[in-house]
């Protein structure tokens, strides 16, 4: 397939992927205080792979990536749906976050929120949506 | 539930079990399993006998849905018990005649009976129901049961016919009488009839009894195949001829009469009651009579009859609820109009019993029932040529038979009308005994047709199937006892007036009568030299003739009727109809989606600016607006050239890049107003959506990639014109008419505190309104398995390769 030397966009997306990558997990991280989230943060790590799609070839990627986006679509919804329901367990209504600062052994106290784990599951699905519509109709002939 | 509520609904039980007696016991004919129970029926009904004639109801009641007042309460008075006695009598001599007729091995006879016990049961109901969702429920019960046992022969074309007709029909009028009875709770608060009557008064003047009426008399005109209704009653006798002559002419077109009578207590004494019931009725009566003189089908001649006996019936009806408007009962002559009623009900359901029956013998042992083929059947067939001729004269009204005696009282109650000095009869009343006496000068026509037609005459066995016998003695038995009836009742008239009549009559006319008291009912053979027995002397003079010169006179005929059936005018209706709805539908879903959008829009710009321009609700209030800066102006031509521009550039490629620009703008319309997680979303997904758009570009097929501006059409712009110019006027308005602050000050305040976040957008997100946001990714999800399965599942494609 690959006929054409691309050797300077290659190169190049190897430096620039680490950064749209740090980037992507920085804003979904930052997102509860400036802005930023789950939403923006995941459509950037799917632009990161989108710029690999762009510079090797589908199976390149999938080799490199091994990950079905489905599945991880499904993952990021049962984050989303677990603390939710999580909630329940503990006898409050429906989606009730909890957050509190934790001393934890290596790194020291932590002001943690499950929000973020909420988050995590938008992030997730919307990496997972993205790649899948991506990859579907770019394997399609 | 009481042994009345089992009586009932015991025939409804019964059909349950029909089926399992068919499969187990197939060498004995279904019919002995089914006939037990009508005769019991009958002696259980006759037990009631002395209850209605000391003049007492009687009354059991079952919970159904007591909180909507809907109890199955049953109630026996003179008129129901009346009615369920001709139901469970005739019925039973209806399945006795049906064992004969209808032979073990070839027909389906355990759906047969099953559809016949349900209308019995249904009948049943209808007449003894006091309560009137219940009547409803089993009025069309015998709607549907009717309509099964005419289309009993499916694979017949005329059956099915004939059964979607009466269908069409009765369910029609069954739902005019539901609306009557809805009315008529409205007015009186309850669905009794006995509580109805008792606040009949009260409900006269009200604005809606006059609804309530003409709905209720529609259902009973089209159950009792009344003028203009009458036209599926011909039809109905595609049905076996047990049918014909159980449903067709002895109960269900009386479950009409029955209604009528049994409203006449609520509604008698208005004006329009009187003309509708007793007009339609005369006319029903003259109109059917004269044109059975013009069939020649055996069961098509007794249709139009059965059509004019209703009507004589339904006349006399609304003639006696003249009796209402004058008090006193000793010298109240209009009283003799519902004694005829009561009496020729009787009479009519055994001579046009009989009759059926002896034409489905005819039939069943010649193979035909068409007069022009039929003749001297005399000599093959002598039983059932005196059952024919006994009734035939009944119904003429020839002495010494009881139909006689019902027609002198018709003429009777007829020539009183004349009397009448209430709703302008003075000089129209004139018409009721000269229709009357027509309509009986046909009537002996064709019932002398009917019966020397067919069993005198010249004897023509080339066009016959079979040869002619007599029928075997199981099919006689009905019609013998029936006409027995006949003659008895002829001879003997004072056995029914005082145990069957006078309780009916008290039923219909209860306001007449003080507590104690009761009709004095006499019906005398000879009653001087009146004007109704040379009225009779004349029918049968008139008839005579006529009947001789018939084969001259008959030829109008030809002329006459087809432009008057209105047999046309319910097919072209029907077509009509169809044909309507289908090019109202084809012209409007023409599967454009281009139409259906301007439909949509349309509807859009219509309903709102009615809206607004009926509620004056447009307002503009500038006190709230903001300062505009240069970005913004300099922001919004961008996006309005961007925009107008997609509408007139010539490449798809052009018109992307636009719609790409426009979402940028958009963007930097979200930096502008500090909204940076739109901004940083919204740049991501146009950027994604116009790599989309491209795609789609790139594989548009080349065989139809014209490079073509967009046309302009007229309506497209007016329309889009129309919905921008609504949607700026209902936002403005909206604006204008703030009417309480924004929560989002709670917001502000709680972000931090509650929540444990800075960046507010996010925390309303997954913190605030976290539902919204796990069902948009759930609709994220959806949409990219859409896509992959869209793409992925190609079921076509493998089924060509």
């Not at chain 2, 009200?206 to 203009?228: D, E, M, N, Y």
């Not at chain 2, 001259?552 to 319910?570: C, G, S, T, V």
């Amino acid at each position: 397939m690959r006929k054409t030397n691309n050797i300077i966009l290659e190169t190049a997306i190897k430096v620039l992927l680490f950064m749209i990558v740090l980037y992507s997990v920085y804003i979904f991280t930052a997102g509860h205080y400036y802005p930023g989230g789950g939403f923006i943060g995941g459509l950037m790590t799917a632009g990161a792979i989108v710029l690999l799609l762009i510079a090797y070839d589908i199976k390149t990627v999938a080799k490199i990536l091994p990950i079905n986006y489905r599945i991880l679509t499904s993952i990021g919804l049962l984050f989303a749906i677990g603390t939710s329901a999580g909630a329940i367990v503990f006898n409050v209504p429906f989606l009730t976050h909890a957050f509190g600062d934790i001393q934890l052994p290596i790194l020291g106290e932590l002001s943690l929120h499950t929000a973020t784990l909420f988050d995590l599951g938008v992030y997730f699905v919307v990496v997972g949506v993205t790649m899948t519509i991506i990859q579907t109709i770019g394997e399609d002939e | 539930m009481s042994y009345l509520h089992w009586a009932i609904v015991a025939p409804l039980f019964l059909s349950i079990f029909i089926p399992i007696f068919y499969k187990v016991f197939r060498r004995i004919h279904t019919g002995w399993f089914v006939l037990p129970l009508p005769i019991l029926l009958f002696v259980y009904f006759l037990s009631f006998l002395p209850v209605t004639m000391s003049g007492k109801t009687m009354m059991e009641s079952m919970n159904w849905i007591p909180s909507l007042g809907i109890n199955f309460t049953a109630k026996v008075d003179g008129l129901g018990l009346l009615f369920s006695l001709l139901i469970t009598g005739i019925g039973a001599l209806v399945v006795l005649y049906s064992i004969y007729y209808l032979a073990k091995d070839k027909e389906k006879l355990n759906q047969f009976y099953v559809y016949l016990l349900l209308f019995m049961g249904a009948m049943l109901g209808v007449v003894l129901s006091d309560n009137l969702i219940v009547l409803y429920a089993f009025w069309e019960l015998t709607s549907f049961s009717s309509f099964l046992l005419i289309g009993y022969w499916y694979e017949r074309e005329k059956s099915r016919y004939g059964a979607q007709k009466s269908m069409l029909i009765t369910v029609f009028g069954g739902l005019a009488m539901l609306g009557g009875i809805i009315l008529l709770y409205i007015m009186t608060g309850t669905f009794s009839v006995t509580e109805v009557i008792s606040q009949a008064n009260e409900i006269f003047n009200h604005a809606l009894f006059v609804p309530a009426l003409i709905c209720i008399l529609l259902g009973a005109f089209t159950k009792s195949a009344q003028f203009p209704f009458y036209i599926w009653l011909p039809d109905a006798m595609e049905a076996p001829t047990p049918v014909s002559s159980y449903l067709h002419s002895a109960t269900m077109v009386k479950a009409g009469i029955y209604l009528v009578a049994r409203f006449t207590p609520v509604f008698g004494e208005h004006s329009l009651w009187f003309w509708l019931v007793s007009g339609v009725g005369i006319l029903t009566l003259i109109w059917g009579s004269i044109f059975a003189v013009k069939q020649t089908d055996l069961k098509a001649i007794l249709a139009f009859s059965t059509v004019s006996q209703l009507g004589l019936i339904m006349s006399l009806l609304g003639v006696g609820a003249a009796a209402l408007h004058y008090e006193f009962l000793d010298d109240n002559i209009f009283t003799v109009a519902v004694t005829a009623a009561v009496f020729h009900l009787i009479n009519h359901a055994t001579f046009k019993g009989s009759l059926f029956m002896a034409a489905g013998i005819v039939d069943h042992e010649t193979g035909t029932r068409d007069i022009r083929k039929l003749g001297g059947l005399m000599h093959f067939m002598p039983i059932t040529f005196t059952i024919s001729i006994i009734g035939t004269f009944s119904m003429a009204g020839i002495p010494p038979f009881n139909g006689f005696l019902s027609k002198e009282m018709f003429f009777t109650a007829m020539v009183h009308v004349i009397e009448m000095d209430i709703f302008n009869l003075e000089t129209l009343g004139i018409l009721f005994p000269v229709f009357a006496w027509i309509a009986s000068i046909f009537t002996f026509v064709y019932s002398m047709i009917l019966v020397f037609r067919t069993f005198t005459g010249k004897y023509q066995p080339e066009k016959l199937d079979k040869k002619p016998h007599e029928a075997p003695i199981g099919m006689l038995i009905s019609p013998v006892i029936l006409v027995s009836l006949v003659i008895i009742f002829g001879f003997f008239p004072n056995l029914l007036s005082h145990s069957l009549i006078s309780p009916a009559m008290a039923s219909i006319l209860p306001s007449l009568l003080g507590p104690g008291e009761e009709f004095m009912v006499h019906i005398s053979f000879w009653h001087g030299f009146t004007i109704e027995l040379f009225m009779t002397l004349g029918v049968v003079i008139l008839g005579i003739i006529l009947y001789k010169t018939h084969s001259k006179w008959k030829k109008i005929y030809q002329a006459i009727p087809d432009k008057l059936a209105l047999n046309r005018f319910y097919d072209s209706l029907l077509e009509g109809v169809q044909l309507g709805s289908h090019k109202l539908t084809k012209s409007y879903m023409n599967g454009s989606i281009r139409s259906y959008l301007v439909y949509i829009f349309a509807f859009f710009i219509f309903i709102l600016a009615a809206t607004l321009i009926g509620k004056n609700a447009f307002k503009l209030d500038t006190s709230n607006v903001s300062a505009i800066g240069v970005y913004e102006v300099v922001l919004a031509i961008f996006v309005v050239v961007g925009s107008i521009s997609i509408l007139f550039v010539k490449s798809r490629m052009t018109s992307i890049i636009l719609l790409g620009a426009v979402g940028y703008t958009v963007s930097l319309f979200y930096v502008l107003f500090r909204a940076p997680d739109l901004a940083l979303t919204q740049l991501v997904i146009e950027t994604i959506s116009v790599a989309l758009f491209l795609v789609c570009f790139y594989h548009l097929p080349k065989l139809r990639k014209f490079e073509t501006r967009m046309r302009f059409r007229l309506t497209n712009a007016l329309i889009s014109v129309g919905v921008g110019a609504m949607v700026t006027l209902i936002a403005l308005s909206a604006h204008s008419n703030k009417l309480f602050d924004s929560i989002s000050k709670y917001y502000v305040e709680n972000t931090y505190t509650e929540a444990a976040g800075k960046n507010m957008v996010n925390v309303i997100l997954v913190d605030f309104r976290g539902f919204d946001t796990l069902f948009e990714i759930t609709v994220l999800a959806i949409a990219s398995l859409g896509i992959f399965g869209m793409i992925k599942l190609r079921l076509n494609r493998r089924k060509e390769g």
